[in-house]
């Protein structure tokens, strides 16, 4: 006779074999995540050059405006 208020033992999945060894899912899905994380990270930092275009073109746009506004002052005797 089984007792209703027992809940039923279920399997968990680990990631580690009863001798602490990795499972192959665990080292897999480990190294798809640092490849992922690796391939974003590249793209953030703009490894195809037009990241690096738009970072020349807005310090060039901030030294213009920097010389701008020394001639500005200047005009005004400041």
Same mark, same amino acid.
């Given at each position: $006779? ?15 074999? /009863? ?14 995540? *640092? ?11 703009? /490894? ?7 970072? /020349? ?10 010389? *701008?506004?020394?001639?500005?002052? *200047?005009? $005004?005797?400041?």
């Amino acid at each position: $006779m089984t007792d209703p208020d027992q809940q039923p033992v279920t399997q968990h999945r680990t990631d580690y074999t /009863d001798d602490g060894v990795p499972t192959f899912e665990f080292v897999r899905d480990r190294i798809e995540g *640092r490849a992922a994380t690796a391939a974003a990270a590249e793209e953030l930092a703009g /490894d195809d050059g037009k990241a690096q275009e738009a970072q /020349d073109a807005f310090a060039d746009r901030e030294r213009k405006a920097a010389d *701008r506004l020394a001639e500005i002052r *200047r005009s $005004m005797g400041g």
